[in-house]
C-alpha cells in the first residue's frame, strides 16, 4: 500500500509540473521560425501572440486576459526611411474615440484661422490654447473619407528633440489602437497605417 501511495504521489507531482510547464510555455512560448519569445495575451476576444521585444514593461503585463496591450515597435518611417519607435497602445473601443470622429467632432471648433506649412498631402492647423490644447497643430488629410489625423505637440524649445504626435484608430472586433510618435514620421504619413497594420496583423489583433 505504501509503494502504491508513493507510485500516486509521483503521477500526481508530475501531472502537475507537467500543467505548470504548458501554462508557462503558452505564455512565453518560443516562435520557431525566429528564436523570439512570444507572448499571449488575450484582449476583447482577440488571441494574440506577440513578441516579448515587442512588449513595453513586459514584466508589468502578465500573460493571459488583459485590459489594455502596451508595445514598442520600430518602424521606418523617418526621414528617408529612417526607423522610429512607434508606441503602441491597444484596448476596448469603448474607451476612446478616434482622431477621425475627433476632427469634426473637436479639433474643428479649435482651429485657429492660420494653417501651417507641412507633408505634403496634410493640412496643418493649429489649435487655440483653450481645453487643453495649448501649442498643438493637428495635421489630416482633407480629401478622403476615412482621413489620417493626428495632433502634435510643439518640439521643445532649445532643443533638438521632435514633437510627438498622437493618432487613435478603430480596429475590428471591438479593439482601438492609440499610436503616439515624433512628429518627424508625419513625412511617411501614407505609409504610417499600412506598415503598422502589418505588424498588427502579425500578433493576431487584425
Not at 482651429?111 to 506649412?117: G, K, Q, V, Y
Amino acid at each position: 500500500m505504501g509503494l502504491i501511495g508513493l507510485v500516486i504521489t509521483i503521477v500526481g507531482l508530475s501531472a502537475a509540473y507537467g500543467l505548470t510547464i504548458w501554462l508557462h510555455g503558452r505564455s512565453a512560448s518560443a516562435d520557431r521560425g525566429t528564436g523570439r519569445a512570444v507572448i499571449s495575451r488575450t484582449l476583447v476576444g482577440h488571441e494574440l501572440e506577440i513578441p516579448g521585444d515587442w512588449l513595453r514593461d513586459a514584466g508589468d503585463q502578465p500573460a493571459g486576459f488583459s485590459s489594455r496591450v502596451d508595445l514598442r515597435l520600430a518602424l521606418p518611417l523617418g526621414p528617408q526611411g529612417t526607423a522610429r519607435l512607434i508606441e503602441v497602445t491597444l484596448l476596448p473601443l469603448s474607451q476612446v474615440r478616434t482622431s477621425a470622429s475627433l476632427l469634426d467632432g473637436v479639433y474643428l471648433h479649435q482651429f485657429m484661422p492660420t494653417e501651417l506649412a507641412g507633408p505634403a498631402g496634410l493640412v496643418g492647423k493649429p489649435l487655440y490654447a483653450t481645453e487643453g490644447f495649448a501649442d498643438e497643430t493637428v495635421w489630416y488629410d482633407a480629401l478622403s473619407q476615412n482621413p489620417f489625423v493626428a495632433k502634435c505637440s510643439s518640439p521643445p524649445e532649445g532643443g533638438s528633440a521632435p514633437g510627438q504626435c498622437l493618432r487613435t484608430v478603430a480596429l475590428p472586433g471591438g479593439l482601438a489602437a492609440v499610436y503616439v510618435f515624433d512628429s518627424d514620421v508625419l513625412g511617411a504619413w501614407k505609409s504610417f497605417d499600412p506598415k503598422l497594420s502589418a505588424a498588427l496583423h502579425e500578433i493576431g489583433a487584425l
